[in-house]
Nanobody, 122 residues
Framework: QVQLVESGGGLVQAGDSLRLSCAAS????????MAWFRQAPGKEREFVAHISWIGGNIYYADSVKGRFTISRDNGKNTVFLQMSSLKPEDTAVYYC???????????????WGQGTQVTVSS
């Protein structure tokens, strides 16, 4: 049974940093592309960042480029999202996802975590 478990969310102030983690089990982690998506209240879920199975292909949404960094540790079956210079508009539930290819399309990802709440106060 595949499980993706996010952690690291919380309440922070604008300008602060947070590091999200997503621990995977039940799959050959190194064979999967990983991504982060987020869903703000009243909005559709949107792409944040993705990383290929060996980390050579990384892509960010324009809204987070230069502030967020995605990385992975295949030895620990974990993907990370380092978030810096957080803004109130980054407030959302953040989800990690695993798929067979790196893409911004949600439908391409086979497995999803339950999400972790990030709230940024102004």
């Amino acid at each position: 049974q595949v499980q993706l478990v996010e952690s690291g969310g919380g309440l922070v102030q604008a300008g602060d940093s947070l590091r999200l983690s997503c621990a995977a089990s039940g799959l050959t982690f190194s064979g999967y592309a990983m991504a982060w998506f987020r869903q703000a209240p009243g909005k559709e879920r949107e792409f944040v960042a993705h990383i290929s199975w060996i980390g050579g292909n990384i892509y960010y949404a324009d809204s987070v480029k230069g502030r967020f960094t995605i990385s992975r540790d295949n030895g620990k079956n974990t993907v990370f999202l380092q978030m810096s210079s957080l803004k109130p508009e980054d407030t959302a539930v953040y989800y990690c996802a695993a798929g067979t290819r790196s893409t911004t399309r949600q439908s391409a990802y086979n497995y999803w975590g339950q999400g972790t709440q990030v709230t940024v106060s102004s």
